[in-house]
C-alpha cells in the first residue's frame, strides 16, 4: 500500500530565509508526486507535480521540489520565503490506477516577520 | 473556466440528521473523487466516482455514507443518522480522465459540524 510521511508537524521560518519541507513515500513502482498548499479555511492548490523526466520540477509562487528516487523522497524547497507563503502543506502520491491520492499529514508553516 | 464548486461551504447538523454534500466538477471533467479531512489531520481518500458508476469506495465507512454521480447534476455526498465524529471538511476534486496522472483540482470544501 502507498503511504506518505512528512516528518515535521510544524515549521517556522523568517521572513527571507530558504525554506525546505520533507515529504517521504512508500510506493511500488513509479510514483506519481503531487504538493499541494492549504491556506486556512480554503481548499488545496496545486503547486507542483512529478511525473517523470527530470527530478528536479518548478513550480508556482516559486517552489520547486527534488524527485529523489534512492531516499524515496520528495523534498519542497523555496529560497526566500514571504509572509504570505504560511500556509499548511501536503506532500501526495497518486497510484498507477489512477483512482485516489495518498496524502501525508501536513505540515504547518510560520513565517516570521 | 469555473473550478471545482461544492455547497455548502458550511453545514451544521444534530445528531441524527442528515447531510448531503454536493459538488460540481470542472467543466469537462468527468470524474469525481472525495475525501475526508479531520481536525489537525491530512485528507483521506473516501470514494471515486465516473458518471452514474463508483469506482473505488475503499475508504468510504460501510454504513451511513454513500456517493452518487448521476448522469446529470453534481455528485452527491450523503451522510446519514450523522454523528459527532462525522465533523470534518469534506473536499472533492475532479479530473478529466482517471488517468495515471492523477491531477486533481479541488473544491473549497464544505466544514460539517455536527451538533
Known amino acids: 500500500a502507498q503511504s506518505v510521511t512528512q516528518p515535521d508537524i510544524h515549521i517556522t521560518v523568517s521572513e527571507g530565509a530558504s525554506l525546505e519541507l520533507r515529504c517521504n513515500y512508500s510506493?511500488?513502482?513509479?510514483?506519481?508526486l503531487f504538493w499541494y498548499v492549504q491556506s486556512p479555511g480554503q481548499g488545496l492548490q496545486l503547486l507542483l507535480k512529478?511525473?517523470?523526466?527530470?527530478?528536479l520540477v518548478q513550480g508556482i509562487k516559486g517552489f520547486e521540489a527534488e524527485f529523489k528516487r534512492s531516499q524515496s523522497s520528495f523534498n519542497l524547497r523555496k529560497p526566500s520565503v514571504h509572509w504570505s507563503d504560511a500556509a499548511e502543506y501536503f506532500c501526495a502520491v497518486g497510484n498507477n490506477a489512477g483512482n485516489m491520492l495518498t496524502f501525508g499529514g501536513g505540515t504547518r508553516l510560520m513565517v516570521k516577520p | 473556466n469555473a473550478g471545482v464548486m461544492q455547497n455548502p461551504r458550511h453545514l451544521v447538523r444534530r445528531r441524527g440528521q442528515e447531510a448531503r454534500l454536493r459538488c460540481s466538477p470542472m467543466k469537462g471533467h468527468s470524474h469525481v473523487y472525495w475525501y475526508r479531512q479531520l481536525p489537525e489531520e491530512g485528507l483521506k481518500f473516501m470514494v471515486y466516482l465516473q458518471k452514474e458508476n463508483i469506482i473505488d469506495e475503499s475508504g468510504m465507512p460501510k454504513e451511513r455514507f454513500s456517493a452518487e454521480f448521476p448522469k446529470e447534476g453534481p455528485s452527491i455526498l450523503r451522510i446519514q443518522q450523522v454523528v459527532r465524529g462525522d465533523s470534518a471538511a469534506y473536499f472533492c476534486a475532479s479530473s478529466p480522465r482517471g488517468s495515471s496522472y492523477n491531477e486533481q483540482f479541488f473544491g473549497p470544501g464544505t466544514r460539517l459540524t455536527v451538533l
Open positions: 510506493y511500488g513502482a513509479t510514483p506519481y
Open positions: 512529478y511525473f517523470s523526466g527530470d527530478t
